[in-house]
């Protein structure tokens, strides 16, 4: 299971940030459309019409919202262009600087994905491209068979066999210092991973019980880069096509853009689409781009996004709830002294900065997020933020002067002669990045804590969240599977390398890496959420909007678009991506 990270772009589109697609394969723009104003009680998996004058109709949870349509009516041949935050410089998923949202997304293109989830999580099965079966053919011990597909091959010509599965383990099982893995949560619990009756068997023996088996090797890490040296330095600025085994490959790369075309060694349905290019873009450039024809979907979650597309012709808007939380966290390493972090907490109305990102986009929410990683909407959820955590500005300015600091004269508290004076960084310059940030600038003085907003560029974000070069940064987390409450111990354990808070005690620790021992998943939930309610303590991550995914796209995309755990955060597909294209 893994937790991926995205630089929170103000409410950019989806649950907390910002990425887009493209089209160039189904011609160009037509004539003027007739503004719709019929009513729509419910949303059409396609998407309404981008001229739709009614209010916007709310999505089902659960439910795909990707134009979704079967191989046999979409075109072959055709190109699709889009644009995401960063590319690289880390092209290594599975450690914690290259485990952002969008390294995810480019490797469902052309890496393995061995597993697919249903737009509700509830129905989890086998690739067959690369996974035949898999079954746990022991309780006690704990054991695993996996079945992989006999045609399954990685692009430099070796196949994919229990090999795979061992370089998965062994950099992700956390005994080696010399990895940095973005969670190492299953893989610790494993005793051996071995060769089966063939190369094409996998035996995976745990040595604690370990629930559930899903959540790992979801994806596998090439053997050809087991060794440390080449897992931390060999993927940079390298996306390594040859390692690869999906039915794209790489064609071309640099920090800027990626080419994907089809990839000639792939042995499952052929990709419908010629070529897929992915350009690194600016939040403020997305939008123009797709408005000047140059890329096929922008994310459109807030207002004046979604009312520059409002003229377009032949748009579609695709709405769906999205599996990720926005939160900002505050770094306790910068920010040592817990009262000025809960200070800063209570300055902070969580709502207002709810309503900034909803704000002009047709969205009620049903509740406010009190947890990191688990969507109100989901069964077992339970808001985990303390009482005295509330917004109040009196309260604020009480634990402070309880802490020792002084109001000045100039407004701001201060402490054996420093100005209590933070930063809070953010990776967009989008309307609704700036209205947050001076939202926060604004609550936090009239608390007497001196912010700072500091803007820097969007591939800079992986570096900053790795090196802990920030003290307040705007957030997203989103789950790669149905599986989040498995993935606290990787944002919350103090030995943790995604731990960006940077915090934590053996307390915390013991309990959330307690919860993959437990099989009933309603007890597991219970445990983390136990857990969660001493991390908010803490006061260093707080949830404070679950945005829809809010999608334009050309007329006509197939299978694309955002469908709940079947797509990331950003709307992009996970798995099956040689199905994208054109609709006939």
């Known amino acids: 299971m893994g937790f991926t990270s995205k630089a929170t772009k103000a409410m950019a589109i989806v649950a907390s940030l910002a990425a887009l697609v493209s089209f160039a394969a189904c011609g160009g723009t037509g004539g003027n459309t007739t503004a719709t104003s019929t009513a729509i009680t419910e949303e059409p998996q396609e998407g309404v019409a981008s001229n739709y004058s009614g209010t916007f109709p709310k999505p089902v949870q659960g439910k795909a919202y990707n134009n979704p349509t079967d191989r046999s009516k979409v075109k072959d041949g055709g190109t699709l262009t889009l644009a995401t935050t960063e590319i690289g410089p880390d092209w290594n998923a599975f450690s914690a600087s290259g485990n952002s949202v969008y390294m995810n997304e480019l490797w469902s293109f052309y890496m393995p994905q061995l597993f697919t989830y249903s737009a509700d999580g509830g129905t989890v099965e086998a690739n067959t491209d690369y996974l035949i079966k898999y079954e746990v053919v022991s309780e006690d011990p704990e ?224 509740a406010m997020p009190g947890s990191v990683l688990i969507p109100s909407f989901q069964a077992g959820y339970e808001d985990n933020m303390p009482a005295d955590a509330a917004f109040s500005t009196d309260n604020a300015k009480k634990t402070l002067e309880a802490a020792g600091y002084t109001l000045g004269s100039d407004g701001y508290y201060a402490k054996d002669g420093k100005t209590l004076e933070l930063s809070y960084t953010t990776f967009s310059d989008s309307a609704v990045t700036k209205a947050t940030t001076n939202a926060i600038i604004k609550m936090a003085k009239d608390a007497g804590i001196k912010v700072n907003g500091e803007i820097k560029a969007s591939n800079e974000f992986s570096t900053t969240l790795s090196s802990g070069n920030f003290d307040v940064l705007g957030l997203g987390w989103g789950a790669s599977d149905p599986f989040n409450y498995t993935g606290g111990c990787q944002l919350f354990c103090s030995d943790s390398q995604s731990n960006y808070s940077f915090t934590g005690n053996a307390d915390i620790d013991a309990k959330l890496k307690s919860i993959t021992s437990l099989k009933d998943s309603a007890t597991a939930i219970k445990t983390y959420n136990e857990a969660e309610k001493e991390v908010q303590q803490l006061y260093t991550q707080v949830p404070y909007a679950a945005p829809p995914i809010t999608m334009a796209v050309k007329k006509g995309l197939a299978n694309f678009g955002p469908a709940g755990y079947a797509t990331s955060s950003d709307g992009w597909p996970l798995f099956h991506t040689e199905d994208i294209g054109w609709s006939e």
């Open 143 to 366: 054991t695993v068979v996996y079945t992989i597909n006999d045609k399954a091959t990685w692009n430099d010509g070796t196949p994919i066999d229990y090999t795979a599965f061992v370089s998965t383990w062994k950099a992700n099982n956390g005994e080696s210092g010399d990895y940095s893995p973005a969670s190492t949560t299953g893989y610790d619990s494993i005793e051996s991973v071995e060769r089966g009756s063939t190369d094409k068997e996998v035996k995976v023996t745990f040595k604690t019980p370990f629930y559930p088996v899903e959540s790992l090797f979801a994806k596998l890490l090439p053997p050809q880069s087991e060794s440390a040296d080449v897992y931390t330095n060999g993927w940079q600025k390298n996306a390594h096509s040859e390692w690869g085994a999906g039915p794209y490959k790489v064609e071309s790369f640099s920090d800027s853009e990626v080419v994907f075309t089809p990839n000639e060694k792939w042995w499952g349905n052929k990709a419908k689409l010629d070529k897929i290019t992915v350009r690194q873009m600016e939040d403020s450039a997305e939008i123009n781009a797709f408005k000047n024809g140059e890329i096929d979907a922008a994310l459109v979650g807030t207002a004046d996004k979604l009312s520059m597309v409002k003229s377009m012709d032949n748009v579609q808007i695709r709405r769906a709830y999205g599996t990720s939380i926005s939160t900002y966290t505050i770094n306790a390493k910068n920010v040592t002294d817990v009262n000025v972090r809960k200070a800063l907490v209570q300055a902070i109305d969580r709502s207002n900065l709810a309503n900034i990102r909803y704000s002009g986009i047709d969205w009620t929410p049903d």
